[in-house]
T-cell receptor, first 112, second 112 residues
Framework: DVKVTQSSRYLVKRTGEKVFLECVQDMDHENMFWYRQDPGLGLRLIYFSYDVKMKEKGDIPEGYSVSREKKERFSLILESASTNQTSMYLC???????????FGSGTRLTVV | QKEVEQNSGPLSVPEGAIASLNCTYSDRGSQSFFWYRQYSGKSPELIMSIYSNGDKEDGRFTAQLNKASQYVSLLIRDSQPSDSATYLCAVDSGAGSYQLTFGKGTKLSVIP
């Protein structure tokens, strides 16, 4: 069974901390994405990557960065966490434009 | 800005009835269309994809696409309480694009 694994289901961090959210997929997918999901705002794209070492900004990249050193791993970094980054973070991957995404189970991050 | 619009609901239907979920999109270049189901507190799960005008059936689910009207719908026949969830419509950004734009979702409640 194909899998996208997000390392943490729940995280609580303090304002100003540097936060790492990890995502690993075992499907050999080239394309990986980070979204955040908030009530009333839906899913919003933060960053995406189509290849190792490659990254592109999505619709809301401010306050975030990413790292893709290996094909299977795509990390989201909150450089200095703020309370407005409290959200559900979803990682997804796909191999092409017709199969849709496979999502990880999500990380619910609370910044206090 | 590409847009995908859905009625937020909640849409309430009695058990055994047909639930009809609708979605419109703004980008005429979009070619791949997806429906995801998301249970409360869980990540989205792909349930249907459609690429050509017309209907596509899979069990109790039927996806309908009308590219001229920029309209996608999902019908759920013989609705069950287990179908109660938020349904997300997702649309690609055109030929060869791996990015999906999501609607904010329609919350469906199936009443026993």
């Amino acid at each position: 069974d194909v899998k996208v694994t997000q390392s943490s289901r729940y995280l609580v961090k303090r304002t100003g901390e540097k936060v790492f959210l990890e995502c690993v997929q075992d499907m050999d997918h080239e394309n990986m994405f980070w979204y955040r999901q908030d009530p009333g705002l839906g899913l919003r794209l933060i960053y995406f990557s189509y290849d190792v070492k490659m990254k592109e900004k999505g619709d809301i990249p401010e306050g975030y960065s990413v790292s893709r050193e290996k094909k299977e791993r795509f990390s989201l970094i909150l450089e200095s966490a703020s309370t407005n980054q409290t959200s559900m973070y979803l990682c997804a991957s796909t191999s092409n434009s017709v199969d849709g995404y496979t999502f990880g189970s999500g990380t619910r991050l609370t910044v206090v | 800005q590409k847009e995908v619009e859905q009625n937020s609901g909640p849409l309430s239907v009695p058990e055994g009835a047909i639930a009809s979920l609708n979605c419109t999109y703004s980008d005429r270049g979009s070619q791949s269309f997806f429906w995801y189901r998301q249970y409360s507190g869980k990540s989205p799960e792909l349930i249907m994809s459609i690429y050509s005008n017309g209907d596509k059936e899979d069990g109790r689910f039927t996806a309908q696409l009308n590219k001229a009207s920029q309209y996608v719908s999902l019908l759920i026949r013989d609705s069950q309480p287990s179908d109660s969830a938020t349904y997300l419509c997702a649309v690609d950004s055109g030929a060869g694009s791996y990015q999906l734009t999501f609607g904010k979702g329609t919350k469906l409640s199936v009443i026993p």
